[in-house]
């Protein structure tokens, strides 16, 4: 239990307050045994209060976590050369023994893995502030409310969840003493004169779902160890599972129909494949780009944004094709750029459509164009997966709903993945059941060449979800298909494909044609135009999409581009749902009949289809 005279030179009066304020005995025990177990100096507990919030800004500063740019506001933060990516290798679910989670996902002894994370937490603080902080995930005062707490020794994390996440200090009193809240314990280890962890050889990632507990150490990587992103994306699929709702890798944003209308759409894509794109496209608002909580509210699908910032990808991100993010990152804010170059107090990065200078400072140290690292590898002048994090607030494009506690109603999912030769742009499901089961839980996504070395490798990622599904997969398909059977009216699913090309490996899809593809599926989902039936599902009529090519991006839409796109490829099909479903039966051991039966119900429809028309359909024949 925490008591001032137990820990008299590291508790305050004032911290004790803090505490004690909050009434609660699970509190109370996991901030008790971090204090024991990590040996602070002292601590600085973070209430909602903005000179606390402002005095994590200044502790990163002074502490060298962060160092200030020359835009007011900007700071950048460097992670190890070797800290620089999710590591699946070291994280894994701490399980009791006989439980499991199947064969796709990792899981350790829970004992063990308790015994050697609290190992390399031992003691880990000598010399360093605890910094405690309490969040919210999803709106304040809403049934999407989750409470959780954090304890790090990092500035950085701490000043990256206040801009990433919601204050949750008074949303914790509402717990009136209940358990019912997600705990994170982060430790960064030993650090070099950067401030950069150096024992990444011991970083691990340990998720104890029977106590929504997350153990992180040795890593300042944000994926790794700001606990309210994927980490507690996991407890909350966990949780979701036995509270008959959903927890989703999706964006959230409003499409702008005719006449004034907005109508909400959640989206699943694996990495590199257009989520953040889609969710902050031109004359369209965002709710948020990465992670939401999906609920039945009186029957109807209801949403949220689980955050209130953006920790994205700053590759190629730039004025011509990412205009409203660009802005933000180069005008007054406060904003948090990582691994990416420094010079002259500015941050360059790969693909902004600007020079960048031919010396700096990156995540590698002093930098020079042809720099190697010790392995004899180019060092770039930005890290591939160099980040920026901000405040949803800094966007013009920011739906007017996004804090609403009660969410907003959800009319339509996307899926989408990397895929050369075998989806069409666009494709609306025939049900629910088949949305889940063809577009989410059939998501393939072809690797490229950048990335691992060997181009077109087409990795399984059912619902965009596969890295951090806490569950069984056979029961997480199951828990969607229910979800949308206790709804009066499920929204709509669709799949999407911005990456068809054409035999000389050209793209078939400009990169804005995505705003075609969603305002078609905005129509859809109000019945506004009619659609063409194909083996799989339902695709736009060339007559739909001409003056939605004219109107929205000034472009002629010609009879040719739209037989190359939507032609449907019957080999592709059957050979992409073949694949799939042998997944399912050979490393899925629960998974639900009614699977099988759709993979059997589509085959034959698409060897019906080959039959009559051949092996690749015009979509013209099929409208006849």
């Known amino acids: 239990m925490l008591t001032q005279s137990k820990f008299d030179k590291i508790v305050s009066p004032e911290d004790l307050r803090k505490i004690t304020a909050l009434n609660n005995e699970k509190l109370n025990a996991f901030i008790a045994d971090a204090i024991s177990l990590c040996q602070p100096r002292d601590l600085f507990i973070c209430t909602d209060s903005p000179a606390d919030h402002a005095h994590i800004r200044k502790m990163a500063l002074e502490t060298g976590d962060e160092f200030p740019l020359a835009t007011p506001g900007h700071t950048c933060h460097f992670d190890g050369y070797r800290d620089q990516a999710r590591d699946p290798a070291h994280t894994a679910y701490l399980l009791e023994p006989g439980q499991t989670l199947g064969k796709n ?19 880990s603080y000598r010399n360093r502030t605890m910094i405690i902080c309490f969040w919210c995930l999803g709106p304040t005062d809403s049934p999407f409310s989750i409470s959780a707490v954090q304890i790090t020794d990092s500035p950085y994390v701490a000043h990256s969840e206040s801009i990433l996440c919601r204050p949750g200090y008074d949303q914790f009193k509402n717990l009136d003493g209940s358990s019912d809240f997600f705990a994170f314990l982060h430790a960064s280890g030993p650090l070099d004169s950067h401030h950069c962890s150096t024992e990444t050889d011991k970083r691990r990632i340990y998720i104890d779902l029977d106590d ?40 959230v944003m409003g499409a702008h129909g005719p006449n004034g209308r907005v109508t909400y759409f959640t989206g699943a894509f ?16 965002i709710v948020g780009d ?22 994205g990808i700053i590759r190629s991100v730039n004025p011509d094709d990412d205009p409203e993010i660009y802005r933000a990152l180069t005008t007054p804010a406060e904003v948090i750029f990582t691994n990416v ?27 020079h164009t042809g720099k190697l690292d010790s392995d004899g590898k180019p060092v770039p002048p930005s890290h591939r997966n160099a980040r920026y994090t901000v405040r949803l607030s800094e966007l013009p494009n920011r739906d007017p709903h996004t804090d609403d506690p009660a969410g907003v109603p959800l009319s339509g999912i996307i899926y989408g993945g990397r895929d050369s030769d075998t989806l069409v ?34 990795k399984f990622n059912i619902m965009s979800n596969m890295d951090f599904v806490a569950i069984p997969l056979g029961r997480y398909v199951e828990n969607n298909l229910d979800f949308g059977h206790s709804l009066q009216s499920p929204p709509a699913i669709f799949s999407t494909n911005y990456f068809l090309q054409n035999e000389n490996g050209d793209f078939l ?23 063409i039936n194909t083996p799989t599902g339902l695709i736009p009529r060339y007559e739909d999409l001409v003056p939605l090519f004219a109107d929205k991006l000034n472009k002629d839409y010609t009879e040719s581009d739209y037989t190359k796109q939507f032609t449907i490829r019957i080999p592709q099909l059957l ?21 099988f039966d759709t993979f059997k119900h589509t085959r034959n429809r698409l060897i019906a289809a080959q039959k009559r028309y051949g092996d690749y359909i015009n979509p013209f024949d099929l409208a006849k």
């Open 105 to 123: 996902i990792k899981s350790i002894d829970r004992t063990a893995g308790l015994k050697e994370v609290r190992s390399y937490l031992k003691g």
């Open 212 to 251: 929504e507990t997350v153990y992180t150490v040795n890593t300042q990587y944000a994926g790794n160890s700001v606990g309210l992103k994927k980490l507690a994306l996991r407890l909350a699929i966990h949780r979701a599972s036995s509270e008959n709702w959903l927890a989703e890798h999706m964006f």
């Open 270 to 285: 694996p990495s590199a494949c257009g989520k953040t794109s889609t969710a902050m496209l031109p004359h369209q608002t």
């Open 290 to 311: 990465d992670i939401a909580y999906i609920r039945n509210i009186d029957g109807r699908a209801r949403t949220v944004n689980v955050e209130h910032g953006i920790f």
């Open 341 to 367: 170059l420094v010079s002259d107090g500015k941050p360059y990065w790969t693909g902004m459509k600007a020079e960048l200078p031919q010396t700096g400072e990156n995540h590698s140290g002093d930098w």
């Open 425 to 458: 742009p666009v494709e609306q499901a025939y049900n629910w059941t088949e949305g889940i089961i063809l577009k989410g839980a059939s998501i393939e996504s072809q690797t490229t060449a950048a990335t691992l070395g060997k181009e077109g490798v087409r």
């Open 509 to 531: 899809n400009g990169k804005l044609d995505k705003t075609v593809w969603l305002l078609w599926a905005e129509l859809r989902v109000h019945n506004d135009v009619p659609a």
């Open 575 to 595: 050979e992409k749902y073949h694949r799939v479903e042998n997944i399912y039966r050979t490393t899925v051991a629960d998974t639900p009949r009614i699977v």
